[in-house]
């Protein structure tokens, strides 16, 4: 079951989500359509919290490598020279 997007939008990771993804990309918006894996990625970034691989991620979040590469491009995630992701410290 999803969340209605306005429901979604009182979560803080997805407000950080939204913020991050506008100062990437000013005028975005999140839609209905966006949510469920905007969703996934917060649930997935909130599980892991030393760090975690592509195939971690695919297992336990559901999260595809185009989704990781995004977070990494809004950097929302850090790709590590051992082909580890982390997240930013402050997030």
């Known amino acids: 079951m999803t969340l209605p997007l306005q429901e979604a939008l009182d979560f803080d990771a997805v407000k950080l989500f939204l913020r ?6 000013p005028g975005f918006t999140l839609t209905e359509e966006m949510l469920p894996p905007v969703a996934e990625s917060c649930r997935q ?47």
């Open 20 to 25: 991050r993804a506008e100062r990437a990309r």
């Open 45 to 91: 970034l909130a599980t892991f919290h030393a760090g975690f691989t592509r195939d971690a991620a695919r297992e336990v979040a559901g999260v595809s490598p185009l989704i990781l590469v995004s977070l990494v491009d809004k950097s929302l995630l850090r790709l590590g020279d051992t082909g580890r992701y982390d997240r930013h410290p402050l997030l």
